[in-house]
């Protein structure tokens, strides 16, 4: 099972489409790891740096609704997971880009639009996020002592691709 939870990005927008995730320009790569550098370079929010240092830290991103939306290459997933980003927190996703965050064993958590808006009001300084992933809880904290707390649900199915690593690694296993 891969790793989740650490440092926090928001990207405070609806709609975040996959050309946006990983430019179409650089879908001629064969390996992900090619693809690290360019990770949401051509998306346009207020005050993000797609090149700043705050992004390479990053571990978990927390966006708002139809995050993935676009085409269904599964690139989107593989340059959140050169990254080290295996979690991404919105309202909805389009259902091939979560599939196919569950499918590279990453995790793509729906939660109600106020629960991501009271995430949201932590995102004034930095934030972390505690995965247990056992017991289906996120913790939020920020460093001035502020935290928000709240369950998640995966279907069976997701769950065993997560803690297997991937589609291919539980295929692996069975068959």
């Not at 879908?27 to 051509?42: A, G, H, Q």
């Not at 017991?135 to 928000?148: A, I, Q, W, Y």
Request: charge should be negative; hydrophobic fraction near 40%; include cysteine.
């Amino acid at each position: 099972m891969k790793p989740f939870g650490g440092a926090v990005v928001f990207l405070d927008r609806n709609d975040i489409n996959t050309d946006e995730i990983i430019p179409a320009k650089y879908l001629t790569e064969v390996k992900k790891e090619n693809l690290k550098n360019y990770l949401l370079e051509d998306l346009q929010i207020d005050g993000f740096d797609p090149k700043g240092e705050k992004l390479a830290r990053v571990k978990v991103v927390v966006t708002r609704a139809n995050f993935g939306c676009g085409s269904s290459r599964e690139h989107a997933p593989w340059a959140l997971e050169v990254n080290d980003i295996t979690l991404v927190i919105a309202e909805s996703f389009a259902r091939i880009f979560r599939q196919n965050m569950f499918n590279c064993g990453m995790m793509a958590v729906e939660l109600p639009a106020a629960t991501i808006e009271k995430i949201f009001k932590l995102a004034d300084g930095d934030v972390t996020c505690d995965v247990d992933f056992a017991g289906r809880k996120l913790v939020f904290k920020t460093s001035d002592g502020r935290s928000e707390s709240t369950g998640f649900t995966t279907t069976e199915f997701d769950s065993a691709l997560v803690e297997s690593g991937g589609w291919v690694e539980f295929a692996d296993a069975r068959y």
